[in-house]
């Protein structure tokens, strides 16, 4: 059996397909689109490679933006509590229900792993992020939500 889990952060992790760490080619055009978007793709894969530390994460959906409005659905940090921003999710299954559990929390090991983890700033999301994934009551910028049973 497997399980869900969805990942929602306010860190834009697009995943754009521009993989290549090298100069882009000749064809294109837009270099400041072509950095952002691989900079979106990093991000994305910044969370995966997380998140595969402990689990292989299996049949993950792509990114989804999403705008949130922060004073009225309150999940992220203290520190982001006004306005509408982008919220990227996506969810992904492992086969072992409890490979993230801290023993204090389902998903507490996961969330200890991302502590501290680099990212990199995109033109799409909240200029004041700290460029790294924090879990903490004041700056939380990633959540993971395990789907119960029922849900899908």
Sequence with gaps: MSYRIACHTLFDITKTG?????RPADDVTDIDKWVNQRASQCNYDTILQVISLRA???NSTSPIETIVDLSKKHMFGNV???GKTSMWSFDFEV???SVFNDGDSPLGALEIDCQGVPMVNTINQLKNLDLMLDVTKEKRNI???KYNHEQK
Excluded: G
Excluded at 18 to 22: D, E, G, T, Y
């Design 56 to 58: 292989q994460p299996d």
């Design 18 to 22: 521009v993989l290549n760490r090298a």
């Design 95 to 97: 086969q072992n229900e």
């Design 143 to 145: 959540i993971f939500v």
């Design 80 to 82: 982001f509590t006004k």
